[in-house]
């Protein structure tokens, strides 16, 4: 490994003196680092002549990206590298980092093992999605994609087709379509199931949803879902990662799985079951 490009945010807890001291790290040990440009004028590096930067739509070619953040920084790096099959090593500097491989006060070690080559690399299902009255300048979704109401607190009414087939008319405030790394974010929260992050599915979550009948629905991640959304208001709001994108009422949505995955990092030791334990108190005794 040679090249390695570095995404973060301008609102993390962490002292950017600290930060730098890990780029410089990564420095001296032989590895060339682009900063993306506004992370590295937040850390107040962009005078020093070791660390390259790069516009985020201009990304380089590099072996690795480094996340700096928490699961939303991550997400944005996926947002700008993944298309280009660029493995993602995420360092968690926010609260959560349920997606990262391990926080800043561990770096070094988790560093240390990348570059020795200590790692694997999980591929993971990503979303996309399109709408036939508005181009989505960003499709892609590694969590998943949420429609949800705008402007009005009336009920959605989302006509859904499955592979073609007529599934059913979801009445409520949304419709998640989540893949299985998002199955512990939003959909969780909306009582959806949580799957193994590898697993070949996506899952259709109604968020607050008009009848007791309509449950979490599990499918095969080479469906095709379309959803066709009215609402009172005259656009609803399509949530791509938390990106919000406007779209018309009447418009269809369809939802299928990208040509492209996420190449994740996974240190030595980093497991499904482990990150449920840790990062989500999985069976922990409340008492």
């Known amino acids: 490994m040679k090249q390695l490009v570095i995404f973060g945010n301008t609102y993390q807890r962490e002292a950017p003196a600290t930060v730098l001291s890990l780029l410089q790290y990564l420095v001296d040990r032989g590895l060339q680092v682009a900063v ?40 944005t790096t996926v947002m700008w590298v993944a298309g280009r099959g660029m493995p993602i090593l995420g360092i968690n500097l926010g609260h959560l980092g349920y997606l990262t491989a391990g926080r800043l006060d561990a770096s070094s070690s988790v560093i240390d093992d990348v570059l020795a080559g200590n790692y694997r690399i999980e591929e993971r299902t990503m979303l996309q999605v399109t709408c036939d009255q508005v181009e989505i300048a960003h499709p892609w979704a590694l969590n998943e994609i949420a429609i949800l ?38 959909n969780m929260s909306v009582g959806g199931p949580i799957l193994e992050p590898t697993t ?36 609803y709001e399509v949530s791509i990662d938390g990106e919000v994108t406007l779209c018309p ?28 334990r840790q990062k989500l108190l999985w069976g922990t005794d409340q008492r």
């Open 200 to 235: 070949s599915c996506l899952v259709l979550s109604p968020i607050s949803p008009h009848s007791l009948t309509m449950r979490p629905l599990v499918v095969g991640d080479n469906s095709v879902i379309e959803v066709r959304t009215h609402s009172r208001a005259d656009h």
């Open 36 to 75: 993306e440009r506004s992370y590295l004028q937040f850390l107040g590096g962009s005078g020093q002549g070791d660390f390259n930067s790069f516009e985020a739509s201009e990304v380089p070619d590099a072996d690795m990206a480094l996340s700096l953040g928490g699961d939303g920084t991550f997400l």
């Open 249 to 276: 009422t009447g418009s269809t949505l369809t939802f299928s799985r990208a040509p492209h995955c996420a190449r994740v990092i996974q240190c030595v030791g980093n497991n499904f079951a482990t990150t449920l």
């Open 149 to 186: 109401r705008h402007d009005t607190s009336s009920m959605l009414d989302m006509e859904t087709w499955l592979r073609g087939h007529e599934l059913t008319t979801y009445r409520g405030d949304g419709l998640i379509v989540s893949t299985p790394t998002g199955s512990t974010a939003y």
